[in-house]
Protein backbone atom coordinates (compact mmCIF):
# COMPACT_ATOMS: atom_id res chain seq x y z
CA UNK A 1 0.00 0.00 0.00
CA UNK A 2 1.61 3.62 -1.13
CA UNK A 3 2.05 5.96 1.71
CA UNK A 4 0.24 9.28 1.37
CA UNK A 5 2.04 11.88 0.20
CA UNK A 6 4.25 14.06 2.80
CA UNK A 7 4.00 17.56 1.44
CA UNK A 8 5.94 19.23 4.77
CA UNK A 9 9.46 20.88 4.19
CA UNK A 10 12.82 19.01 5.46
CA UNK A 11 15.48 20.77 6.88
CA UNK A 12 18.59 19.12 9.29
CA UNK A 13 21.81 20.35 10.29
CA UNK A 14 25.59 19.57 9.18
CA UNK A 15 26.96 16.27 10.66
CA UNK A 16 29.63 15.53 8.79
CA UNK A 17 33.34 16.17 8.62
CA UNK A 18 34.88 18.32 7.22
CA UNK A 19 34.15 21.66 5.41
CA UNK A 20 30.50 22.78 6.36
CA UNK A 21 28.36 21.89 3.33
CA UNK A 22 24.67 22.41 2.70
CA UNK A 23 22.28 21.74 0.02
CA UNK A 24 19.35 23.19 -1.19
CA UNK A 25 16.54 20.88 -2.82
CA UNK A 26 13.85 21.65 -4.85
CA UNK A 27 10.70 20.06 -6.24
CA UNK A 28 8.96 20.67 -9.09
CA UNK A 29 5.94 22.29 -10.61
CA UNK A 30 2.72 20.69 -9.30
CA UNK A 31 4.33 18.61 -7.22
CA UNK A 32 5.20 18.84 -3.22
CA UNK A 33 8.86 18.04 -1.27
CA UNK A 34 7.14 14.41 -1.28
CA UNK A 35 9.23 13.56 -4.51
CA UNK A 36 12.25 14.66 -3.26
CA UNK A 37 12.11 13.47 -0.17
CA UNK A 38 14.23 10.38 0.26
CA UNK A 39 16.90 12.43 -2.05
CA UNK A 40 16.73 15.41 1.05
CA UNK A 41 17.29 12.65 3.40
CA UNK A 42 20.36 10.83 1.53
CA UNK A 43 21.96 14.28 1.39
CA UNK A 44 21.12 14.27 5.55
CA UNK A 45 22.58 10.98 6.15
CA UNK A 46 25.57 11.64 4.41
CA UNK A 47 26.07 14.57 7.10
CA UNK A 48 24.80 17.65 4.89
CA UNK A 49 23.37 20.09 5.93
CA UNK A 50 19.78 20.53 3.82
CA UNK A 51 16.86 22.35 3.58
CA UNK A 52 14.19 21.54 1.51
CA UNK A 53 11.07 24.16 1.61
CA UNK A 54 7.33 23.78 0.20
CA UNK A 55 7.08 25.98 -2.53
CA UNK A 56 4.27 28.58 -2.34
CA UNK A 57 1.00 27.15 -3.65
CA UNK A 58 1.95 23.88 -3.57
CA UNK A 59 1.18 20.46 -1.36
CA UNK A 60 -2.09 22.47 -0.72
CA UNK A 61 -5.01 22.98 -4.21
CA UNK A 62 -4.44 23.76 -7.53
CA UNK A 63 -6.79 26.28 -6.99
CA UNK A 64 -4.28 27.73 -4.63
CA UNK A 65 -0.95 27.02 -6.92
CA UNK A 66 -2.86 29.28 -9.83
CA UNK A 67 -2.49 32.31 -7.05
CA UNK A 68 0.62 32.71 -6.92
CA UNK A 69 3.70 33.89 -9.15
CA UNK A 70 6.98 32.46 -10.39
CA UNK A 71 8.92 34.88 -8.14
CA UNK A 72 7.58 33.63 -5.53
CA UNK A 73 8.68 29.76 -6.01
CA UNK A 74 12.35 31.48 -6.79
CA UNK A 75 12.28 33.49 -3.33
CA UNK A 76 11.01 30.80 -1.58
CA UNK A 77 14.37 28.96 -2.92
CA UNK A 78 17.10 31.59 -2.71
CA UNK A 79 15.77 32.59 1.13
CA UNK A 80 16.90 28.67 1.66
CA UNK A 81 20.18 29.65 0.27
CA UNK A 82 20.70 32.50 2.53
CA UNK A 83 19.65 30.42 5.60
CA UNK A 84 22.28 27.54 4.94
CA UNK A 85 25.01 30.30 3.95
CA UNK A 86 24.44 31.71 7.54
CA UNK A 87 25.66 28.19 8.49
CA UNK A 88 27.92 26.70 6.18
CA UNK A 89 30.93 27.34 4.29
CA UNK A 90 29.86 26.01 1.81
CA UNK A 91 26.17 25.77 -0.18
CA UNK A 92 25.37 23.51 -3.12
CA UNK A 93 21.90 23.39 -4.70
CA UNK A 94 19.83 20.43 -6.12
CA UNK A 95 16.45 20.27 -8.37
CA UNK A 96 14.02 17.86 -10.16
CA UNK A 97 12.58 19.36 -13.15
CA UNK A 98 11.08 23.05 -12.53
CA UNK A 99 13.38 22.66 -9.47
CA UNK A 100 16.22 22.39 -11.72
CA UNK A 101 15.28 25.31 -13.09
CA UNK A 102 15.07 27.38 -9.57
CA UNK A 103 18.42 25.52 -8.33
CA UNK A 104 19.81 27.06 -11.72
CA UNK A 105 18.81 30.44 -10.80
CA UNK A 106 20.50 30.31 -7.49
CA UNK A 107 23.42 29.22 -9.43
CA UNK A 108 22.94 32.64 -11.92
CA UNK A 109 22.96 34.79 -8.59
CA UNK A 110 24.81 33.26 -5.44
CA UNK A 111 27.89 31.54 -5.37
CA UNK A 112 27.33 28.12 -5.16
CA UNK A 113 29.67 25.38 -5.16
CA UNK A 114 27.59 23.40 -7.65
CA UNK A 115 24.01 22.28 -8.86
CA UNK A 116 22.64 18.93 -9.30
CA UNK A 117 19.61 18.45 -11.19
CA UNK A 118 17.70 15.70 -12.40
CA UNK A 119 15.62 16.10 -15.64
CA UNK A 120 15.79 19.77 -15.48
CA UNK A 121 12.66 21.80 -17.01
CA UNK A 122 13.50 24.92 -18.95
CA UNK A 123 11.44 24.93 -22.32
CA UNK A 124 7.78 24.34 -22.41
CA UNK A 125 6.88 22.46 -25.61
CA UNK A 126 3.04 22.97 -25.35
CA UNK A 127 2.16 24.56 -28.49
CA UNK A 128 -0.47 26.55 -26.04
CA UNK A 129 2.24 27.82 -24.05
CA UNK A 130 2.50 31.20 -25.53
CA UNK A 131 -0.96 31.60 -25.51
CA UNK A 132 -1.84 30.67 -21.93
CA UNK A 133 -1.73 34.48 -20.59
CA UNK A 134 -5.19 34.25 -22.55
CA UNK A 135 -6.13 30.94 -22.25
CA UNK A 136 -5.93 31.61 -17.95
CA UNK A 137 -9.01 33.48 -18.09
CA UNK A 138 -11.23 31.12 -19.97
CA UNK A 139 -9.54 27.60 -19.36
CA UNK A 140 -8.83 27.39 -15.80
CA UNK A 141 -6.94 23.93 -15.87
CA UNK A 142 -5.77 20.96 -17.77
CA UNK A 143 -4.82 17.44 -17.16
CA UNK A 144 -2.11 16.74 -14.75
CA UNK A 145 1.64 15.83 -15.47
CA UNK A 146 1.82 14.21 -12.84
CA UNK A 147 3.15 10.55 -12.37
CA UNK A 148 5.55 10.33 -14.80
CA UNK A 149 7.21 6.94 -13.39
CA UNK A 150 8.54 4.03 -14.39
CA UNK A 151 8.12 2.02 -11.41
CA UNK A 152 4.59 0.58 -10.55
CA UNK A 153 3.11 1.52 -7.20
CA UNK A 154 4.29 4.82 -6.73
CA UNK A 155 2.52 8.54 -6.54
CA UNK A 156 4.64 11.37 -6.34
CA UNK A 157 1.59 13.41 -4.76
CA UNK A 158 1.48 16.05 -7.48
CA UNK A 159 -1.89 17.87 -8.34
CA UNK A 160 -4.42 16.41 -9.78
CA UNK A 161 -4.90 19.17 -12.26
CA UNK A 162 -2.70 21.41 -13.68
CA UNK A 163 -3.54 25.39 -13.38
CA UNK A 164 -2.72 27.55 -16.81
CA UNK A 165 -2.19 30.27 -14.57
CA UNK A 166 1.02 29.12 -12.82
CA UNK A 167 1.74 27.69 -15.94
CA UNK A 168 1.73 30.47 -17.73
CA UNK A 169 4.12 31.77 -14.37
CA UNK A 170 6.45 28.44 -15.04
CA UNK A 171 7.12 29.56 -19.12
CA UNK A 172 7.48 33.29 -17.63
CA UNK A 173 10.28 31.09 -14.91
CA UNK A 174 12.07 28.98 -17.67
CA UNK A 175 12.34 32.55 -19.69
CA UNK A 176 14.01 34.64 -17.30
CA UNK A 177 16.08 31.81 -16.05
CA UNK A 178 17.24 30.85 -19.83
CA UNK A 179 18.66 34.36 -19.92
CA UNK A 180 20.83 33.87 -16.64
CA UNK A 181 22.46 30.60 -17.75
CA UNK A 182 25.57 32.48 -18.96
CA UNK A 183 26.36 34.12 -15.37
CA UNK A 184 26.71 30.39 -13.89
CA UNK A 185 30.39 29.68 -13.60
CA UNK A 186 29.89 26.46 -10.68
CA UNK A 187 30.17 22.72 -12.08
CA UNK A 188 26.59 21.53 -13.04
CA UNK A 189 25.96 17.81 -13.04
CA UNK A 190 22.59 16.70 -14.55
CA UNK A 191 20.84 12.93 -14.35
CA UNK A 192 18.75 12.85 -17.56
CA UNK A 193 16.38 10.16 -18.30
CA UNK A 194 16.74 8.72 -21.69
CA UNK A 195 12.56 8.23 -21.89
CA UNK A 196 10.91 11.48 -20.64
CA UNK A 197 7.53 12.17 -21.14
CA UNK A 198 7.51 15.67 -19.39
CA UNK A 199 10.51 17.46 -19.87
CA UNK A 200 11.96 17.11 -23.64
CA UNK A 201 15.74 17.38 -25.00
CA UNK A 202 14.40 21.25 -26.08
CA UNK A 203 15.03 21.33 -22.30
CA UNK A 204 18.68 20.12 -22.52
CA UNK A 205 19.44 22.16 -25.35
CA UNK A 206 18.80 25.32 -24.42
CA UNK A 207 20.98 24.25 -21.21
CA UNK A 208 23.95 23.40 -23.18
CA UNK A 209 23.33 26.54 -25.23
CA UNK A 210 23.59 28.91 -22.42
CA UNK A 211 25.96 27.10 -19.84
CA UNK A 212 28.99 28.96 -21.75
CA UNK A 213 31.08 28.99 -18.46
CA UNK A 214 30.25 26.48 -16.71
CA UNK A 215 31.57 22.36 -16.83
CA UNK A 216 28.45 20.49 -17.53
CA UNK A 217 28.32 16.42 -16.46
CA UNK A 218 25.36 14.57 -17.69
CA UNK A 219 24.37 11.43 -16.30
CA UNK A 220 22.48 8.80 -19.00
CA UNK A 221 19.57 7.08 -16.90
CA UNK A 222 17.62 3.78 -18.55
CA UNK A 223 15.65 2.86 -15.91
CA UNK A 224 13.79 5.73 -15.14
CA UNK A 225 10.97 8.39 -16.07
CA UNK A 226 10.76 11.91 -15.53
CA UNK A 227 10.11 11.77 -11.89
CA UNK A 228 13.78 10.21 -11.32
CA UNK A 229 14.08 10.69 -7.70
CA UNK A 230 11.14 8.16 -7.40
CA UNK A 231 12.29 5.28 -9.93
CA UNK A 232 14.15 2.96 -10.17
CA UNK A 233 17.29 4.85 -10.66
CA UNK A 234 17.14 6.69 -7.66
CA UNK A 235 19.96 4.87 -5.63
CA UNK A 236 22.58 6.26 -8.24
CA UNK A 237 21.18 9.74 -8.37
CA UNK A 238 21.27 9.78 -4.33
CA UNK A 239 25.09 7.87 -3.97
CA UNK A 240 26.22 10.24 -7.10
CA UNK A 241 25.04 13.58 -5.63
CA UNK A 242 26.29 12.82 -2.83
CA UNK A 243 29.63 12.15 -4.10
CA UNK A 244 29.88 15.10 -6.93
CA UNK A 245 29.14 17.40 -3.98
CA UNK A 246 31.94 16.40 -1.91
CA UNK A 247 34.51 16.21 -4.69
CA UNK A 248 33.58 19.92 -5.46
CA UNK A 249 34.18 21.01 -1.63
CA UNK A 250 37.82 19.05 -1.69
CA UNK A 251 38.49 20.36 -4.91
CA UNK A 252 38.92 17.40 -6.68
CA UNK A 253 37.41 16.05 -10.31
CA UNK A 254 33.76 15.60 -10.09
CA UNK A 255 32.21 12.69 -12.15
CA UNK A 256 35.47 11.08 -12.52
CA UNK A 257 33.47 7.88 -11.38
CA UNK A 258 31.70 8.28 -14.09
CA UNK A 259 33.30 8.98 -17.31
CA UNK A 260 32.04 6.09 -19.11
CA UNK A 261 28.59 7.87 -18.69
CA UNK A 262 29.39 11.18 -19.46
CA UNK A 263 27.37 13.12 -22.33
CA UNK A 264 29.35 16.32 -22.27
CA UNK A 265 27.61 19.83 -23.17
CA UNK A 266 29.71 19.51 -26.43
CA UNK A 267 27.93 16.44 -27.94
Same mark, same amino acid.
Given at each position: ??????????????????????????????????????????????????????????????????????????????????????????????????????????????????????????????? +? *? =? &??? $????????????? #? !????????????????????????????????????????????????????????????????? +? *? =? &??? $????????????? #? !???????????????????????????????????
Amino acid at each position: MTALPDHTPFSSPFTGTGPRTGVVVSHGFTGSPHGVRDWARSLADAGFAVRMPLLPGHGTSWQELARTHWRDWAAAIDAAYVELAGECEHVAVAGLSMGGALALRVAATRPVAGAVLVNPGLVIDDP +R *A =P &LAG $ILRYVLKSTPAIA #N !DILKEGIDEGAYPRTPVAAAYELNKLFKDTRRLLPRISAPVRVYRSTVDHVVSETSMEALRRGLT +R *A =P &LEV $IRLENSYHVATMD #N !DAPEIFRGSAEFIRSLVAGGTPGAAHASQKDTADD
